[in-house]
């Protein structure tokens, strides 16, 4: 492609010299008119015209004036982009303690607080909030009807980090902790397994979804109306009252059939903590079959003194038939 010329470019300025020498002497004849055809009329200051530049080259902007604070700026960045000197180490690099293997792996194990060694005591117990969610049925139902009457092992998490944790202590949902395993299989009326994956995260809560049938699949068919995916109603006060204060961090819980918390535990399972679940469990699966016995006892009660009311004894029959008889 053929440059312009470069007095084709000064021509065209001289042109617009001359321009702009005609305006301003028009409004030169403006101003030298009588006050009387317009009284607001001021002269006009005239123009200062382009200086044309010698060559064939456009003429130069003046430079933008800069603040101190800027100036300031611009010298720190080229200082440190393209004339940084580098200056000798004053400081030891590096972290306080020792490194272990298993840290920064990216998966929190940390622990929110240590399970107790023995049942919490049924009257000081507090109450599992009831949580509503979408189970494998694909119905949202209720936490709190599932619970009541029941002894249940409740795991609680969000994400797959913290379901993990949980599964250090209740095993998975097809594979039982070989130590809750026994009391599973032979109480399956009165001991249960019931999973809370809770996800505020909309776009992972879909994903979940999506996998949804498939773990339905995997599962058996008890367990379809004991896993559940909460979305909503979990709220700061509810986390702090039952202890999920790290969301990256799994939770476990005993409830009684009362739906109160007579245990806990929180991250991996530690030391000891699996044997006190075991024993936490034992005992209140023995505190539902005694207050069971003694329901069916009072009910029991209750009928036979009914029967004693409303029948006639033996020796009112006598009576009246002697009465009879006279």
């Not at 009457?149 to 994400?159: C, D, E, I, N, W």
């Not at 949980?166 to 019931?194: C, K, M, N, Y």
């Not at 008890?222 to 700061?236: I, S």
């Not at 819980?253 to 075991?278: F, K, N, Q, T």
Request: net charge positive; hydrophobic share 35%; aromatic share 4%.
């Amino acid at each position: 492609m053929l440059q312009p010329h470069p007095l084709t470019f000064r021509s065209r300025l001289l042109l617009l010299q001359l321009n702009l020498q005609c305006q301003v002497a028009q409004q030169q004849l403006r101003s030298c008119r009588p006050a009387s055809t317009s009284s607001s009329s001021r002269p006009v200051k005239p123009r200062t015209l382009p200086r044309i530049p010698q060559t064939g080259t456009a003429p130069k902007a003046s430079p933008a004036k800069l603040n101190p604070n800027e100036k300031n700026k611009s010298k720190t960045k080229d200082i440190s982009d393209d004339d940084h000197t580098p200056r000798p180490l004053s400081a030891p690099l590096g972290l306080p303690t020792p490194p272990e293997a298993g840290q920064n792996t990216g998966v929190d194990t940390r622990k929110t607080f240590l399970a107790p060694p023995t049942l919490i005591r049924a009257h000081k117990a507090l109450y599992f909030p009831n949580l509503r969610g979408r189970t494998l049925l694909a119905l949202a139902s209720d936490t709190t009807p599932l619970l009541r009457g029941k002894t249940s092992l409740v795991a609680l998490f969000s994400g797959t980090w913290a379901e993990q944790q949980t599964q250090t202590f209740f095993g998975s949902p097809l594979v039982p902790h070989p130590a809750l395993a026994p009391l599973l299989a032979e109480h399956p009326d009165i001991l249960q397994r019931v999973d809370v994956n809770v996800e505020d995260n909309s776009l992972k809560a879909s994903l979940i979804r999506l996998f949804m049938p498939s773990l339905r699949r995997q599962l058996p068919p008890a367990q379809h109306e004991r896993y559940f995916l909460v979305r909503r109603g979990m709220t700061d006060e509810i986390r702090e009252g039952i202890g999920m204060r790290n969301g990256k961090v799994g939770y476990v819980y005993l409830v009684d059939s009362e739906c109160r918390i007579r245990w806990a535990g929180s991250g991996p399972a530690g030391e000891g903590e699996m044997e006190s679940l075991v024993k936490g469990a034992s005992r209140l699966v023995s505190e539902w079959q005694q207050e069971t016995r003694r329901r069916e006892a009072r009910i029991a009660a209750e009928k036979g003194a009914g029967g004693r009311e409303g029948g006639s004894s033996p020796l009112k029959e006598d009576s009246s038939r002697q009465a009879a008889a006279g």
